[in-house]
């Protein structure tokens, strides 16, 4: 098995069907890398999302806390 | 399978009409094949516009093709087969949109849905009565359509009959969409989407038909394996549609 | 209680935490033998005889439309996994190999495009097996359009499910019409791939080409089921605490 | 599937029947949780539906009555818990169940395109019991007009003229069927639902107004909301 072309040159050309062959391989390139990476972000922004809601919601815990410890305070002073 | 065809048995005794009198659990609430369909060549025969559009909607398109890709007498017939193929199936899709609308809109589908009788045979009876309407209107007029287009004299025979056969299995077919699209708002471009793939056989053997013919070959081979498509499709399309159906249902 | 371990494995969260650790090892094996295989087809294959170079479209070409055609079948079967035992995963598995082998029928019909060129003259040519690639890559729309028309979820699994199945019944018709009519058309001249007459220097690296595929879309599945995993499942316990643990603690 | 941490939600009225012998027993829940869309509506839902009663079933908008009639006639399988029809549980009992059911749901099953009496036909009956059925509904003078030149009150009761019809079917299931109704429609379906009840029958339906029938029990889904311990035993693993 050897490298069937004589140089960088003619592998780039392929004897003419160079276009063909790296436009070809170009866009298999390009798919694969959107299939694999789409994933990858759109996990990312999901967790970012869900941490949001998750601050949120305990941010509305505490201030339910909050509030019904200080309407207790507010009784016992009464 | 067994008690369903249990069921389907007792069904078809208990006919309408004649469960006066007998014991609760006999009554007789199940349509049995030939109520639904005549029910639905009722309905058919009352709703003419439903007939009539996808015949109008076939021959106008078909009038306009001329106009589009000119009028010389031998392009017109080497491309008639095929355009008049095309148009049915777009005239078959289009009239199939309403065939499960109105029902599942006032609840008649959910009460045939609820019967202990497989949904097999309302939607064929549905079926039936859709490809009697649009179908069979179809492959009559095709003769007409085919002296417009220069169609050759020995290509009207098949043609007919291929239209017969073939927008039989193009209305079980799209039985399958039309129940899977039922519980959406607009799906008639959606509709399509799903559905022309699966009609590509039916095309391809359709005109391959009336090709076969004009160029002076048998075209029988063609016509059974139309005829293969429908068989297959009859006894699979509406098992699809039935569990379409409940799937819409639930939505 | 020997089926748990089956219903274990319809469990997303199951899955999610197992497949973590399976991840690095698909990803790796498949990039690894994408590389070899795409040095040794570009570089180190011999020359075709007759198409000379651009016959190393080949080695993408055939490995994504193997895949594209053994995607659908791996998405109507989790489908049908679903549809029969209610397991919530399958119904992930199914839409997110939707737009993957959807992108797969993509790159097949590219490079089969930009192959032609140089083999026929022209990019597109309604050659048998690009027409059915086209037509599986129509079936691939409509059932990721379907799925997502359905405002609820569960409807959408369901039906781009039975849609899915109902295209695998008509692959092998569609594959066979189709084949029959570009016969008829135009008697086989120069076909872009031929199997049988395939050299070992050149066959060797297209194996490696289909593995890596293989393994690549294994890893992909993973990756974009997983994340379908946490966007549906984003209400439970488990995910929020998954999301909770992992959150660096910025408020 | 069932958990025992759903058992202490359930102190509704319908539960204490509980206790009756189970031989008249129609149709039962037991333990039914459903969810919609990953939210879970109501859940430890407990009731029994013995022949000769009725169930009121009782919720605000959105508490999910119709999930629950959904359920109960088995076009949805999405729940948790048992439904059991004369002792024998869903799904396997769904068919015989069906075969004994009536059901009239929001959609009334009438066909726009067909005059009353050929919607009755649809549905099974002989000519004269429709007639007489529709009379029943104050429908004289209207059998044989198109439904679809009818008022949508007029269809709702060609929908219910089949409660009408000899020989109905064991079990009812209703729902709404007081809305759209005026008050002497009200009283007459009130007293077709009384005599369905002296026969053996029973009778499911959820109103917004009071139903004066008797013995009638009642659900409210809102004694049966979910409980934190329920999402997680919903979705735990």
């Not at chain 4, 439904?147 to 709702?156: I, T, V």
Request: proline share 5%; aromatic share 10%.
């Amino acid at each position: 098995m050897q490298f069937q072309f004589d140089s960088l040159a003619s592998f780039f050309a392929m004897d003419g069907h160079g276009p063909y062959v790296w436009a070809s391989y170009g866009m298999v390139v390009l798919v694969l890398v959107v299939l694999a990476v789409t994933p990858v972000f759109r996990q990312r922004k999901l967790r970012r999302e869900l941490q949001q809601q998750l601050r949120q919601e305990e941010a509305r815990r505490r201030a339910a806390t909050t509030r019904a410890a200080s309407q207790r305070a507010a009784e016992v002073v009464e | 399978m067994g008690s369903e065809a249990v069921e389907v048995s007792l069904s078809k005794k208990a006919q309408p009409g004649k469960a006066r009198g007998v014991a609760l659990a006999a009554y007789a609430r199940v349509p049995g094949f030939y109520t639904l369909f005549r029910t639905e060549l009722v309905l058919a025969a009352r709703r003419r516009s439903d007939i009539v559009n996808p015949l109008l909607f076939f021959v106008t398109v078909l009038a306009m093709m001329p106009l589009g890709i000119g009028p010389e007498p031998e392009m017109l017939s080497r491309m008639a087969p095929g355009l008049i193929w095309v148009m049915a199936l777009l005239a078959t899709l289009l009239s199939q949109e309403s065939l499960f609308r109105g029902d599942y809109e006032d609840g008649s589908l959910e009460q045939l849905a609820l019967q202990p009788q497989p949904l097999y045979f309302p939607v064929l009876a549905k079926v039936l009565v859709h490809w009697l309407v649009t179908g069979v209107p179809l492959a009559l007029l095709s003769p007409l359509l085919g002296m417009m287009l220069n169609l050759g004299a020995e290509g009207y025979w098949p043609l007919f009959v291929s239209l017969v056969l073939g927008t039989a299995s193009l209305s079980l077919i799209g039985a399958v969409g039309a129940a899977l699209t039922v519980a959406l708002r607009r799906p008639g471009l959606l509709l399509a989407l799903i559905i022309m793939p699966l009609y590509v056989p039916v095309l391809i053997f359709g005109t391959g038909t009336v090709q076969a013919a004009l160029d002076g070959y048998s075209f029988g081979p063609q016509l059974a394996v139309l005829g293969a498509i429908l068989a297959v499709a009859a006894a699979l399309a509406p098992l699809a549609s039935a569990g379409a159906i409940r799937i819409s249902l639930e939505n | 209680m020997s089926w748990q371990w089956f219903h274990r494995l319809g469990s997303p969260r199951w899955f999610y935490q197992k497949s973590s650790a399976w991840l690095p090892w698909l990803g790796g094996a498949a990039l690894s033998l994408l590389s070899v295989g795409v040095v040794w087809g570009l570089g180190f294959a011999p020359e075709d005889f007759k198409q000379g170079n651009s016959y190393r479209i080949i080695y993408i070409h055939v490995p994504a439309a193997f895949l594209a055609l053994a995607g659908y079948y791996i998405m109507a079967i989790s489908g049908a996994i679903g549809l029969i035992w209610k397991m919530k995963l399958s119904f992930v598995v199914m839409r997110a190999a939707a737009p993957i082998g959807a992108a797969l029928t993509f790159i097949a019909l590219f490079t089969g495009a930009v192959w032609g060129k140089p083999t026929w003259g022209t990019y597109w040519v309604w050659d048998a097996r690009i027409t059915s690639m086209l037509i599986l890559f129509f079936l691939y729309l409509g059932v990721m359009a379907l799925s997502g028309a359905f405002s609820r979820e569960q409807s959408g699994d369901k039906a781009s499910a039975l849609l899915a199945l109902v295209g695998t019944v008509n692959i092998p018709i569609i594959y066979k019409s189709v084949d029959w009519w570009f016969t008829l058309h135009q008697p086989a001249t120069l076909k872009l791939t031929e199997a049988s007459t395939i050299d070992p220097s050149m066959f060797y690296p297209l194996i490696t080409m289909i593995a890596g595929f293989y393994l690549f879309y294994a890893w992909v599945l993973t990756l974009h089921t997983r994340t379908m995993i946490l966007q549906r499942e984003g209400r439970t316990q488990w995910v929020r605490e998954l999301v909770g643990a992992s959150a660096p603690a910025k408020a | 599937m069932s958990s025992s941490a759903y058992k202490s939600s359930a102190t509704s009225p319908a539960s204490s029947a509980q206790n009756s012998p189970v031989d008249g027993c129609s149709l039962r829940a037991r333990d039914l949780s459903c969810e919609r869309d990953g939210r879970v509506l109501f859940a430890g839902l407990d009731f029994l539906l013995p022949a000769g009663s009725a169930l009121q079933v009782e919720g605000a908008n959105g508490a999910g009555k119709s999930t629950l009639i959904r359920t109960l006639i088995g076009s949805t399988s999405d729940y948790h818990g048992d439904i059991l029809w004369r002792g024998k549980a869903f799904p396997g009992a769904l068919s015989v169940m069906r075969s004994e059911l009536l059901y009239i749901g929001h959609n009334a099953g009438v066909r726009r395109g067909l005059s009353p009496m050929e919607n009755l036909a649809w549905y099974g009956a002989a000519a004269e019991d429709a007639m007489a059925a529709l009379d029943a509904v104050g429908l004289y003078g209207f059998e044989e007009t198109l439904c679809q030149q009818l008022s949508a009150g007029q269809n709702r009761r060609v929908a219910l003229a089949r409660l009408y019809l000899p020989g109905a079917p064991q079990l009812w299931i209703l729902d709404e069927p007081l809305a759209a109704l005026d008050v002497a429609g009200v009283e007459s379906l009130e007293s077709c639902m009384r005599g369905h009840l002296q026969r053996g029958g029973s009778v499911l339906l959820t109103s917004h107004q009071p139903v004066n029938i008797q013995p009638l029990a009642k659900v409210n889904l809102a004694d049966f909301q979910p409980q934190e311990s329920h999402l997680e035993a919903e979705y735990g693993f």
